[in-house]
Structures are given as C-alpha cells and as structure tokens.
C-alpha cells in the first residue's frame, strides 16, 4: 500500500473513531442532561436580557456581538469541568473494558484512535456551543430592538470554546496516561484547573485564562476585534496545547508500539505544538513586560527632566495625513522662553511609537530622541522672553502603552471589564476607516516631559493656538476643535490645553440652538435611539436643550465657552481615565464628548426601559401623558444624567426592574456586577478647558477651584450623607494616611496611587474650606467668578491670584495652600455636651444647637458645621436621612481651631434641627464626619440663645468618679480564635483586614469585629465590635481600673439609631427582638444581665448598681443572641456612687 | 496461513510462568486449543493478537514475528475475546460498521454490504437496530464472532466463545465456526469445552500449566485413549471407592448399582468392559484424574 494510501486509511480510521465517540457521548445520559441544562440556563439568561423590563442590561444589548459573546462565557466555563470528567472517563474505560480489545487490536494507530477519540469529545461538545449561541440568537432574533451580529454566533465559539475545550481534552487524556487512578487524576485536572480559575486569573497578564474568561473579545462595529492577532493569540496557544497533549497520550498509550516514522512524527509535531504556544506565550508576556518596562525608562526619564527650565509652546500649526495603519505629520510650533535664564535645549514630548523624521526651522539646529522625549538644541540659547519657531517632522503610529503613566496597571486592567465581558482598553485608534486621537495619546508634541512619579503634584498645561489640518481617506468624517466638519482645516478661534482629530464614516445631524452648534456623529447603523424619539421634532429638542443648558448654567454660573457642541461615537474599546490635577478627562475634549459605541456604556441609554422623570406630577402621570411629553420627559431625563451629572465613578449594576421578582431573587445569589458608566459630564468644557492655571508652588489651588465649580454643577451629595454610613469611607482613609505622612510623601509612595485623588480632593475641600472662611460669604461666590470670568481663555498665575486676595480682602492665601504639602500634625476635634432645645429669642420661639469642641493636638484645624433642620417624614429612623427633609434647610457655620484649643458653638435656628454633622475634613477623627440626631427637641426656659462661637478653657471636665472604657482603649480586650487567625496566616488575611471597616449587618462575621461610624463612642475614632450571634462562647471585655471600693452604677454606650440600622429595612421598634447579654464581675460574682433591646436608649443604658473592689473590675459581653442576628458593644462606663 | 510458535514463554511480573516453551505450528482451517483454566490459553491468545509480548521465544504469522510486525498481523486478525462487553450506546450495525472501517474496509457502500451479510449470517439482521447492549447472550456472542469476521481477516481467533450459551447456541455457533473453516483460514478456537472441538476442529491442542500436552487431530488423540476407558458396574456402596481410586467420566444408575466408565491410567488394572473413548474421555486420560 502506497504513503499516500496509507494516510487516507489512517484518516479514515480517525473519522470512524470520531464518529462512533460522538455518538456514544451524545447518547450518554449524563451528556444530555447536561447539555438540556445547560440549554435551560442559556434560555433563562437570554430570557432575561431580552425579557421586557426585567434586568438593566443595555450594557450588554447595545454591542450586539456580546450577546453570544456573554452565552459563550458562561457555556465555556460550564462545559470545561465536564469536558474533563467524560475525557477521563475515556482513558478510565479503554484500560477497564474488554470491548476495547476489539478495538484495540485493530489495525490503527495509537495517534490516530487518540485523536479520534478527542475529536468526537470536541465535536460534540463544540454543537453544544452553536446550538447554546443558537439559542441566544433566536432570542435576539426574535427580541426585535437589537439587530443581529450573526458572524458572532459563529465566531465565539470558534474563539471561545474550541481551544478551552481542545485544551481540556487534551489536558485530561494525559494527565488520565500518566496516572494510574481515575479518582487520583481527576483531583489533579480539576484541582489544577481550578487553581488557574480561582487564583491564577490575573497571574502574568492572564495567561492561565484557559477558559477565555479574561481575553479580551468584545468586538466593535468600528475596529471588529482591534487586533485579531492580539485577541487570538492566547486562544491559539491553548488549541495548539490541547493538541500537543493529544499527541503525547498517543505517544504513552500502550495498545500498540508505533512505528518509528509514526512515533517520531507525533513527538515532532507535539513538541512544535507545545513550542509554537510557548513561543506565543512568550511573546505575549515579553510584549506586555516590555511595555512596563518602557512605561518605567519613560517616567524614570521624566523624573529626570521634571522642574528643568523650558519652553512653552504658543502656538501649533499640525499638518496631518492618516494613511492606513499610520499618520504622517508635521508639527510648526512657536514656543517661547517663559523663564528667567536662556534656555539651550528645548524638552518636547512626542509618542515614541512616531519616528521623528526631521526638525528644524528657526534655531533648531540639532535634535535627539529619547523614549517619549524629543530634545532640540538651538543653535544659540533662547533668550529669556524670546520666541523660537521648531518644525517637527514625524510618522508611524500610536504606542499606548505610553499613555496614562499615572493610571496602574491594575486600574487599566479593571476598565477592560464590561460585566462578566471583556474589552482591550484602547487610548488611540488608527487604521483604514477610522482614527481617534486625543492628546493624551501624544500624537503632536508638546512642551516638558510631562507625568512625573515624583511629583505627582505638578501637571503644568499650556493653552496653545492651534492649526490643524487632516487628510485622510475618502468617505470618512474628520473632526477637530474649530471649524465645522466638511473642511480639513480647523482652526478653534481660542487658545486651548489640547487638540483631538477624529476621522470616521459618520452620519451626521446638526442642530443650532442660539449660539451654539450641536451635532451627533454616529455610524450609519447606530441609530437605535430613533424609534424612541419619533414624536419629538427639531424644534422640540433644541427648547430642550435650551431649557437643560440654562438649567446647568444656572448651577454653575458660567456660559459655555464655545461655539460647538459635538457628540462623537467611539469604538467600545476607548478608555479614558479621571485625573489627579483636572476634571478634564480624554472623553470629553473642548467642544467634543466622545459616546461610547451605541452608549454601551451610559448608564441612561437603554430607552426601552428607561423611566423618564416625571418630577412632581408622580408615575400616575404615565397613563396620562401623550407620546411627546413622554418623549420629552425621557430625553430630559437622559441629557441631565449624562451631560449633566457627574458620573465620575458611577457603576452600572445589573439590577432587576422589579424587586420583588424571581429575578430580584436570583440575582441576590450573584456577587456583585457592575461596569464602569462612561463620565459625560460637561463641566471640563466650562471650566477645565477655558482656561489654565499656572501654580507650580501650589498645584492644588487650580484643582480646587476646579473642585469648589464641580460640586456646584453637579450637585454632590456631602456631609449630611455621613450619618447613616459606617465604615471607613475614603475621608477616613485619607485621614489615616496624612497621620502618617505629609502630603508630598504621600504623593511619591506609588502604592497610594489608588487614593491620591481622594487626599487631593481632601486638601482641596480643606482649602476651599479655608478660603471661604476668610473672604465674606456674600463675596466668595462672586469672587471666584469674576476670577474664571477674566481668566477665560488665559492663563491664570497663582501668585497674581495670591496677591489679588490679599489686597482684597486682607487675607494672605499662599501660606495656608502651601502648608497643605508640608509634614504636620493633624487636629483631633473631641465634641461633646450636645444638644438642642426651644429657646426665647427676643419674642420668638427659635431653636438653639450648642456643643463644645476640644482640639488638644499641636495642630491648627477647621471644622464645618451642618445643622438640618426641618419637620421630617419618612427615613429610616423617623427623621434624618438624605431626601427626607421637609420644609427645612441647612445651616453652615465654618469654625477655625488654633492648637490646643477649645470652643463652644452655638447655631440658632427657625425650625427645629433634626441632624448635626460636624465634618472635621483632614483630622484624627473615624470617621471624618461625625453626626447626631435629634429625636426630640425641648424647651429651656431657662435657655439663653447663643449664635457664633466662643473660646472655653476646656471641655466640661467628666465627674472624677467615672470610668469609661471605649474599645479603643487599653482596657478593652477582645479573643480571636487560634484558627481564625492560621485561617487568616493562609490566606494572608491577617493584618489585611481593612482598619475600621463597615458593619454587614445581613452577614455578620463569626469573630469579633472593629467597625466605625459616625454613631459609635470615642475619643477621636468611633467606632465598636459587633459579630454573629452565638451561643455564648465568644466574648469582649471592657477591663477598667477603679481607684476605690464603692458601689457603682455600670451603664453600656449605644446610640439606638446606629445600631437599629442594622435591623432590616424597615428598623425601628418593631423589628428589634432580643438582648445582649452582660456579665458584670462585682465582690458578690457574675451577674448576667440581659440588656432588652426594646429599652435600648441613646447613649448610656443602665446594666445594674454593683459593689466593686479597687483596682480592676470587668465587664464582659458574650455573643448569646436570642434569636439575634448580631451582637454589638461599644463603651462601658462605671460611675461610683456616693 | 501458517502460524509457528517456537519456544514461547509468558513469564508475568508476579513471577507466575504462563507459558513455557511452547512449540506449535497451526495451518488453515479450523484449530481447537483445549485445557483447563489457567492452562495459559487466554495468555497465548493475547500473544496471537499481539495485545502481550511474549517473555521468550517467538511467534511467525507467515514469517512475520508478532513482535516486530504488530501492525500487520493486526490487519489480519479477527478477535473475540473471552470477557466480551459492549460499547452501550452503538446499535448492533453501528457497532458493526465501527469495527469494518477499523478493519479497513473504506468504502461506505462496501460497509454497508458486509454488514447487512454478516448479520444475516449469524442471525442478527433483525436485531440491527437494536442497542448492542439489549441482545441477549446469545446474540452478542454471535455479534462478536460478526466483528471479528467482517473485513474478511485471514486469522481469527475466538477464546472461549461458548462459555455461558445455552445448548442451542452453542451448537448454531458450533456449525457458524464449522462455516469459516470451509475458507483459507486459521480458526484457533479456544475453549475448555471438548464437546465444541470435537466436531469443529481439524486439529486440537491440549495445553497444561503451560506447556503442550498434546497435538494433533482429535482421532489421534482418541486412539491414544484406546483400552483406557471402561464400563463397570458396582454396587451402591462401592461407587465412592471407585470414584477415589479412578477418573470417573459418567456415572449411570443401574438395577444393581451403579454403572460408571472409568478412564484408566497406563497401567492401571480395571476389570470391567472396554468402551470405544470420544475426545472427552480421551482429554480426561490425557491430562490426567483432574484434568491436570
């Protein structure tokens, strides 16, 4: 028999194997339960998605691939396990069965049956996978409102399933050659495979991703997979693998000794395998540690260059030609000698994926380029004052892994996450329809080197005049700041901090509402918001937006700067990132804000089930609303939130529509999921990007005024919030990194990168803080608008600021801005003897809060004081809580501490105060905030009325006979069990838990636990201990030292509010069942005191008169629960009597 | 088709000896390998089929040594085991088709032909859509003489296909192996049943704790027993004696006691009458009292 004879024969063999494995697996009761199942649950989820009104997945909707992108994971991790249980199965039955002699003895390779056999195992279960993403696709077929991606459903599973499952075949027959037991090799498959899942997910970029959970396949209409090559390459590996394991367990099978040329070509052809995936696996590390390894050369680089002397660039004149994968540029700039010395080199940066080709003009005599950076050397020193004209000439493409040197690498990995989908995240887009560039991506050069680790605090922008003109490919749109699209040249008519060009095959309708231009660019087919609308003409809009824009402007007090307005659809991968020192952000652009594709990513876009906004008139106002109104109200509602609002940080959650549906129900067994919502918010296109802020001696000042603007705009929340959180929010954490640290340390430790803009925006709000303080109330807001008003356009330096308060208002701004970098000691504020109560004032019944605060640190401090007042309905614990307040307002008072010093405030009022939240911003105290309620206010007749504040020596001193014992005391002792704390030395838990975390009242830790709020007892940190009721065996123990014998009077802190909080929603009275359980050590014993919650009062509750000896007596609370949840203790306080 | 076995030994890693030289030559046509359990005909059947590599000596399957030339000696071979499970899920003519195209038939027409003649040769067409695992006994015996008949091999070897049938199947799969001897092949049919070699084989062989005891045409081995085997009749009390001091074959109530045939050993002194031996007598008088 010829080769060529023989080989067909062989394959045939393989087909015959093949066929018959499939068929023996597809008629095996335990396959097609699974695969029933598996189709049930593939239903139920498309069901839901698709299912009118059911859960909030628009995210998901709107990229129609990620419908079989979304069935395809969850089939994928499902079938791995089972894939390896019937895999091994095989090799478990060919060695126990007789049958298998039949078979055994034939005339076929060992290669040629293992491959048989893995090939019917993958056939099967790949019809599996198309009839599951069959069964999607019938959903969104017949779903209507979301068009098919048909070449999807054929594509996941390709990507998805094929390699996992090529790769678990594989993995299983060998492991299942090399073991003897099937239960042995069966530990080791799932135990391996599960250590991939669970703990090696996010090892070396992913790489252990078998099951394709992390591979970022999300496709867009604009780009498809963006780099198939990139999307692909992990999967082929893993396929490649599973082959290779299939040729070794035909190598290791012992049915029959293969011929030496049989033998060898299976060992070559696995051993290409294994090496052709781990070369994939080493160019895909290698390129991912490359890339950190530049983004390091470049900020080392940067740290080296931060602070030298330099030019700015005035003006930029780009000359732009996208071809393909590439743009080919020149770059005419003016830049000038800000400085006070010649300056002999100029530092400009440029993305190092663009060559620079040539520079020259003016004095550029000579250039060389380093990383990101490009230096030129005049011919002869830039005089101090002098201008220089620098033409850089450049081509090739954007490396983003140059950009956001300030964003971790953890950070940049979150955002890729979409729900349960992935997506690459992408700064810069170039390629034959279609070219995104903003300026981060560093596609025109720009003055300084830019982003420094060691000194995270300075970020310097120039407002340059721009010039651009874009060629591109016929077809495509292109965008820029300045003139309308249709022409090449654009040229913004105002300096601005950055230019972006957009180039696409975009739709385009336009629209002029007064003076400015509005515009919607989206793909031809991305119009999906159309039916939704139908019944609101132009005209109806542009009154809309009038209405939604004089609305904002009135928040914020500021016009819109610009003539344009533009809405650009990007592709789904573009991320951008919230900075440290601006608002401004790569999404919204002067005059532009970049939709994600099909608004996957705005929290308001799904207008099928969107319920628009019907303000006072109440959802019965539904059934009586005409279309227009109703149209109206909903595209109201989705302009406020998205242009409107500041979604910095918002998520999107899956959330049920009905809460009380199955869905609601089956949904709670889910971990959290959210996606990141895109961050619309407009407020860089009024603040940011009108105008600049030079203060390098104090960077914080140009991000608070920015901060003071923003708050306004957006209308954010602030303090009264406070009073029903718990835990350590980011105010506290803050709080306990400035104990440590001064601000400029802070900013250097790379690993408070994840708070730095919290610490930022802590300093800020103290500064603001300060300011106010010091310019008349009826003059701040004023001021500053005058400030932005005249600097519109213009640089505004610090020190002129600096000199202009001064003179104004006699108040020296620059040391109280700089103090904030220094090392000092932070303030603590002990506040104590509250209360409120009616008084006489003059005629008038008016109300009075009073307290004493007491800052016993070295340090100089502010407090805010927030009084809400008002007659309440609703809330949780009848009154207080955010929305809830009627007819009542806020009373602010801003009250300044020296070192050491105590005061005593009092704030009058017309209407009774209901809440007081004293917000110390950068202190000692946890939490940052602390709050009181006022259940009930009485009238003092002997009352005096006290408005403002005056010094007192110290506080009211507490009676010499009480002892008092917090958690945070010494005294305080808490038992953690041994095995808790080897569970925790495992699992590295220990030391990890998070300092004064929350209360999860719903679940309750086993052992003893810290918690802080603003409702618990302390000195400078609230907080208490609380754990799941028991039966008694665990316990706390308040230790206290009583100088003499006597009887005492033993009392146990709890504020009734804080700790009902944690009975269900519907608190009060009535949920709260049961008693803690005390045990007092007297002369006499242990008393065992039940403390009823009923009786559960605000602040000290009596737990008996006990006779006690000197020296140290104890107070124990064990975890007995009586039907309790939870168990909760604070502080206990022994008062001797006389 | 000739098979030649010289000097096979089997020695296994717990050290029990299975085999030891062997010597034995097999040609066309049906050849009937007799003994007791653990004689070592299962051991030498997998050494045919090249499922076990012999310790010692070799085994030619026309010239072709059964170690060196696995895969073509695999190409020729029909096997049915002793222990013989089904693939559950495959029906009767899957299972079938399965085993044709492993035995290199490629053509799908040609398949289908070969299939549908060899279950109505052994009796199966009816059953051909039946799960395999649904047959009864009978009829999987007769499924796996199918299988490893299909493809025409030219070396089919069946061990202990008759164990567990009933009477009648046993002798419809007598006579369907009686059909394949008519052809240029070598049957070796394995069995500690006499009475299936008897009419089936041209050749027998008697193997005892592994080695040969006899070989040669089952008349021969019938003539060897000649003047061994005799009737006697004793009396209701003697029967027990008897049985201890002789190999008793059959035992036949009488009017006066018993009747028993009695296979005497070389020189053993029986008084009673000379009968005419068949092959069971004779493999009795061979292998000796027990068989051993």
């Known amino acids: ?1138 | 088709m000739h098979i030649s076995i010289e000097s096979l030994e089997k020695i296994y890693p717990n050290g029990k000896r299975a085999l030891s030289k062997l010597n034995l030559e097999i040609e066309s046509g049906m050849f009937g390998l007799l003994g007791p359990n653990g004689a070592g005909k299962t051991t030498l059947m997998r050494i045919l089929v090249t499922l076990l590599e012999p310790t010692g000596g070799r085994v030619l399957v026309n010239g072709m040594d059964v170690k060196k030339d696995r895969r073509a000696i695999r190409s020729m071979l029909g096997y049915l085991p002793q222990e013989f499970k089904f693939f559950s899920r495959l029906t009767t003519a899957e299972f079938l088709d399965y085993s044709a195209v492993l035995a290199g038939m490629r053509k799908r027409a040609d398949r289908r032909r070969a299939v549908e003649e060899m279950l109505s040769q052994v009796g199966l067409f009816e059953a051909r859509d039946r799960m395999a695992n649904h047959l009864s006994g009978g009829m999987k015996r007769r499924l796996g003489i199918a299988q490893a008949l299909i493809g025409n091999p030219q070396i089919v070897i069946v061990d202990e296909p008759t164990t567990g049938l009933d009477p009648e199947e046993r002798i419809r799969f007598r006579n369907l192996i009686g059909t394949m001897s008519q052809r240029d092949i070598v049957t070796i049919f394995s069995t500690h049943i006499v009475g299936d070699v008897s009419s089936t084989c041209k050749n027998v062989a008697l193997l005892a704790k592994g080695e040969l005891a006899y070989c040669g045409t089952p008349d021969e081995l019938i003539r060897r027993a000649q003047g061994h085997v005799f009737r006697v009749s004793v009396g209701p009390d003697e029967l027990e004696s008897v049985k201890q001091r002789y190999a008793v074959v059959a035992t036949i109530p009488s009017e006066s006691g018993w009747d028993v045939e009695i296979v005497a050993r070389e020189g053993e002194d029986v008084r009673g009458e000379l009968v005419q031996p068949n092959l069971e007598q004779a493999y009795v008088y061979l292998m000796g009292r027990d068989g051993a």
């Open chain 1, 1 to 1138: 028999m010829g080769k060529a004879e023989a080989v067909k024969g062989s394959f045939l063999k393989i087909l015959a194997v093949a066929q018959y494995e499939a068929l023996t697996l597809w008629r095996s009761w335990f396959f097609r339960i699974f695969g029933g199942v598996l189709l049930a649950l593939v239903a139920v989820v498309n069901a839901l998605v698709f299912g009118a009104g059911q859960i909030n997945v628009w995210t998901v909707k709107a990229i129609p691939a990620d419908i079989p992108y979304l069935t395809m994971l969850l089939v994928n991790l499902v079938q791995s396990v089972v894939a390896v249980i019937l895999a091994s199965d095989f090799m478990k039955r060919d060695r126990s069965l007789d049958t298998t002699d039949v078979v055994y003895v034939r005339s076929i390779s060992n290669t040629a049956y293992v491959i048989g056999k893995a090939c019917g195992n993958l056939f099967v279960f790949a019809c599996l996978d198309f009839a599951a993403v069959l069964v999607a696709g019938l959903f969104n077929f017949f779903s209507g409102g979301v068009p098919v991606n048909w070449a999807a459903y054929v594509y996941y599973p390709l990507f998805i399933g094929i390699p996992t499952l090529a790769f678990c075949i594989g993995y299983s027959f060998v492991v299942m050659s090399l073991f003897l037991s099937q239960p042995l090799a069966l530990l080791v498959l799932l135990g391996s495979l599960g250590m991939a899942f669970f703990f090696l997910q996010d090892t070396l970029f992913s790489i252990f991703d078998f099951a394709a959970l992390r591979a970022p396949l999300m496709v867009s209409d604009f780009t498809g997979f963006g780099s198939l090559l990139g999307a692909a390459a992990l999967r082929c590996a893993y396929l490649l693998l599973g082959v290779a394991f299939v040729l070794i367990t035909g190598l290791r099978l012992k049915r029959l000794p293969q011929s030496e040329t049989v033998q060898r070509a299976a060992l070559v052809a696995a051993v290409l395998a294994i090496g052709a995936a781990g070369v994939i696996g080493a160019l895909f590390v290698g390129g991912n540690l490359r890339n950190q390894r530049m983004r390091s050369e470049i900020t080392e680089q940067h740290n080296r260059y931060f602070g030298v002397p330099n030019v700015r660039v005035t003006h930029d004149n780009l000359s732009l030609v996208h071809q393909g994968k590439i743009i080919r540029a020149t770059a005419k700039l003016i830049v000038c000698n800000p400085g006070e010395q010649p300056l002999a080199e100029y530092v400009l940066r440029l993305n190092p994926g663009l060559v620079v080709r040539r520079v020259d003009g003016g004095r550029a005599a000579s250039f060389r380029r380093s990383l990101d950076l490009l230096f030129v050397k005049p011919s002869a020193a830039l005089p101090p004052g002098s201008q220089d004209t620098v033409r850089v000439s450049y081509e090739g493409s954007i490396n983003d892994a140059a950009c956001y040197l300030d964003i971790a690498r953890d950070d940049v990995q979150k955002s890729a996450t979409v729900f349960f989908l992935h997506r690459r995240p992408r700064f810069s887009f170039i390629n034959d329809r279609f070219l995104l560039l903003t300026p981060e991506t560093g596609f025109y050069p720009r003055a300084g080197a830019g982003f420094s680790p060691a000194h995270p605090e300075c970020d310097d922008a120039d407002l340059s005049q721009f010039t651009v003109s874009v060629s591109t490919s016929p077809g495509l749109s292109v965008l820029c700041q300045g003139a309308s699209p249709g022409n090449t040249t654009f040229a913004p008519g105002e300096p601005l901090p950055g230019v972006s060009v957009v180039a696409g095959p975009y739709r385009q309708p336009v629209m002029r509402v007064d003076s400015v231009e509005y515009s919607l660019f989206t793909l031809a087919n991305h119009d999906y918001y159309k039916p939704f609308f139908r019944d609101l003409p132009a005209d109806s809009v542009a009154s809309l937006i009038r209405t939604l824009r004089a609305d904002f402007e009135s928040r914020i007090k500021i016009s819109y700067p610009f003539q344009r307005f533009r809405l650009v659809e990007v592709p789904l991968e573009f991320t951008d990132f919230p900075r440290l020192w601006t608002a401004g952000h790569e999404a919204i652009q002067p005059e532009m804000a970049l939709l994600p594709e099909n608004g996957f990513a705005l929290a308001d876009a799904d207008f099928g089930h969107a319920r628009p906004d019907y303000g006072n008139r109440g959802q019965q106002a539904q059934e009586t609303q005409t279309p227009f109104e109703r149209e109206s109200a909903l595209f109201q509602r989705f302009v406020a939130s998205t242009f409107a609002r500041d979604n910095d940080g918002r998520q999107i959650l899956l959330r049920p529509q009905d809460r009380n549906s199955p869905t609601a129900w089956a949904l709670q067994w889910l971990p959290p999921v959210a996606a990141q919502a895109a961050n619309l918010f407009v407020f860089p296109e009024y603040v940011s990007y009108a105008c600049a802020v030079h203060a390098p001696q104090c960077p914080l000042f140009g991000v608070a005024l920015e901060s003071y603007f923003r708050k306004r705009a957006g209308g954010a929340f602030g303090g009264m919030a406070r009073m029903f959180s718990s835990g350590a929010s980011t105010d506290e954490k803050v709080n306990l990194l400035l104990q440590g640290a001064s601000f400029g340390d802070i900013c250097k430790d790379e690993g408070n990168r994840p708070v730095l803009r919290d610490v930022v925006q802590a300093l800020c709000d103290y500064l603001m803080a300060d300011l106010q303080r010091n310019i008349p109330a009826q003059s701040f807001d004023g001021y500053l608008q005058d400030l932005l008003a005249a600097s519109r356009f213009k640089t505004m330096d610090f020190a002129s600021v600096c000199a202009d308060v001064k003179q104004r208002f006699g108040f020296d701004l620059a040391p109280a801005a700089l103090a904030c970098y220094r090392k000092h000691a932070l303030p603590g504020y002990i506040v104590d003897n509250v209360a409120a109560s009616e008084v006489l004032d003059k005629s008038a019944n008016r109300y009075l809060v009073r307290f004493e605060v007491q800052n016993p640190e070295s340090a100089e401090g502010l407090i805010k004081v927030s009084v809400r007042t008002g007659s309440f309905g609703g809330g949780r614990f009848g009154g207080g809580g955010p929305g809830s307040n009627r007819g009542g307002g806020t009373e602010e008072r801003m009250i300044a501490f020296a070192p050491r010093q105590s005061k005593e405030i009092g704030v009058m009022m017309d209407n009774p105060p209901r809440t007081l939240a004293i917000n110390t911003f950068i202190s000692r105290n946890i939490p940052a905030t602390i709050t009181y309620g006022f259940d009930r206010v009485d009238f003092d007749k002997d009352g005096r009325p006290f408005e403002g504040e005056r010094v007192i020596d110290s506080l009211r001193a507490s009676e010499a006979n009480t002892v008092i014992v917090d958690d945070q005391d010494s005294g305080f002792a808490v038992e953690t069990r041994p095995a808790s704390r080897a569970l925790d030395r495992i699992f590295g838990r220990a030391g990890a838990r998070e300092r004064y975390a929350g209360a999860r009242f719903f679940d309750p830790p086993v052992d003893w636990t810290q918690v802080a709020g603003p409702l618990y007892y302390g000195k400078y940190v609230r907080s208490a201990y609380y754990v799941k009721a028991g039966v008694g065996g665990k316990r706390i123990a308040w230790n206290a030292t009583l100088k003499e014998q006597g009887t005492y009077e033993v009392f146990a802190y709890y504020n009734s509010a804080g700790f009902r909080q944690g009975f269900g929603r519907r608190g009060g009275q009535d949920a709260v069942k049961g008693s803690f359980h005390y045990l007092v050590h007297h002369d006499d014993g242990v008393s065992e005191v039940p403390l009823d919650l009923r009786d559960i009062q605000n602040g000290w509750n009596l737990l008996g008169r006990y006779h006690c000896s000197a020296g140290t007596s104890t107070v124990e609370l064990t975890d007995k629960g009586d039907g309790m949840a939870f168990v909760m203790g604070d502080a206990v306080k022994w008062v001797k009597q006389r």
